[in-house]
């Protein structure tokens, strides 16, 4: 369940934001937040004051001022992230969405939330409440209810960065010339000694083979030498 209120007022030089995050009109949902709820929840709120992007879990600026008065939650909030910034300078984000779960309900009338602790306030580009927009916007979400597509696009965000990080790590490592004492338990261990007995070639012979194999080759006589020749930690004993 989501909350959503309008920007009404902005402060391009101090990238500052005003207006309503949650107010007692009736939202999209059909479900309205009362007064005294959002009272109760603002001090566990402004311990952390943190102000996020579209309920993304990274934050992007921190809710400076907040009060409930006879309309409803109005906050001021500062935008310290340039990208979001943009954004809300650009009427990309409408307004503010409060976050977090319902603890209670009027009994009467299911639909009007009388508790609940407000985890986050973001800046979010559809309003939904009809009176909180920019100012702010109040959208409360319990987990369970969340959107799946969006879930799924927010840990694709997380995960996808990472598998790039390790993928160019990767990179960097198989770029890495071999030392040529590893090149030469490599070659030894899968090169055959020529007819006339003799020793293995030197290490720079070696390293030229090496570098004369298929990628696949290589990997597979350094995993064969790494076998053959394993390097155990000093003070350790062969068991």
Same mark, same amino acid.
């Given at each position: 369940?989501?909350?959503?209120?309008?920007?009404?007022?902005?402060?391009?030089?101090?990238?500052?934001?005003?207006?309503?995050?949650?107010?007692?009109?009736?939202?999209?949902?059909?479900?309205?937040?009362?007064?005294?709820?959002?009272?109760?929840?603002?001090?566990?709120?402004?311990?952390?004051?943190?102000?996020?992007?579209?309920h993304?879990?990274?934050?992007?600026?921190v809710?400076?001022?907040?009060?409930?008065?006879?309309?409803?939650?109005?906050l001021?909030?500062?935008?310290?992230?340039?990208?979001?910034?943009?954004?809300?300078?650009?009427?990309?984000?409408?307004?503010?969405?409060?976050?977090?779960?319902?603890?209670?309900?009027?009994?009467?009338?299911?639909?009007?939330?009388?508790?609940?602790?407000?985890?986050?306030i973001?800046?979010?580009?559809?309003?939904?409440?009809?009176?909180?927009?920019?100012?702010?916007?109040?959208?409360?979400a319990?987990?369970?209810?969340?959107?799946?597509?969006?879930?799924?696009k927010?840990?694709?965000?997380?995960?996808?960065? #990472?598998?790039?990080?390790?993928?160019? #790590?990767?990179?960097?490592?198989?770029?890495?010339?071999?030392?040529?004492?590893?090149?030469?338990?490599?070659?030894?261990?899968?090169?055959?000694?020529?007819?006339?007995?003799?020793?293995?070639?030197?290490p720079?012979?070696?390293?030229?083979?090496?570098? #004369?194999?298929m990628?696949?080759?290589?990997?597979?006589?350094?995993?064969?030498?790494?076998?053959?020749?394993?390097?155990?930690?000093?003070?350790?004993?062969?068991?």
């Amino acid at each position: 369940m989501r909350f959503y209120g309008t920007i009404t007022k902005i402060d391009g030089e101090a990238r500052m934001v005003w207006g309503y995050a949650s107010t007692e009109a009736q939202d999209e949902q059909g479900e309205t937040v009362t007064r005294d709820a959002l009272a109760a929840a603002l001090g566990d709120y402004m311990r952390f004051a943190n102000i996020r992007e579209m309920h993304q879990p990274s934050a992007v600026g921190v809710a400076t001022e907040a009060s409930v008065d006879d309309r409803g939650l109005y906050l001021g909030a500062r935008i310290v992230d340039g990208d979001a910034w943009e954004k809300v300078a650009a009427g990309v984000y409408k307004g503010f969405s409060i976050g977090g779960r319902v603890i209670a309900r009027d009994p009467a009338d299911r639909s009007i939330i009388t508790g609940l602790a407000l985890t986050e306030i973001s800046v979010v580009d559809r309003p939904a409440n009809p009176e909180a927009v920019f100012d702010c916007w109040k959208a409360a979400a319990a987990a369970p209810s969340a959107d799946p597509v969006q879930l799924a696009k927010s840990i694709l965000a997380d995960i996808v960065p #990472r598998l790039d990080a390790l993928a160019e #790590r990767v990179e960097a490592i198989a770029r890495t010339p071999l030392p040529p004492a590893t090149a030469a338990r490599a070659f030894t261990a899968v090169s055959k000694r020529d007819d006339s007995g003799g020793g293995p070639a030197s290490p720079d012979d070696i390293v030229a083979a090496l570098a #004369r194999l298929m990628p696949e080759e290589r990997t597979l006589a350094l995993i064969k030498a790494a076998h053959a020749t394993p390097i155990m930690p000093r003070g350790r004993p062969i068991r």
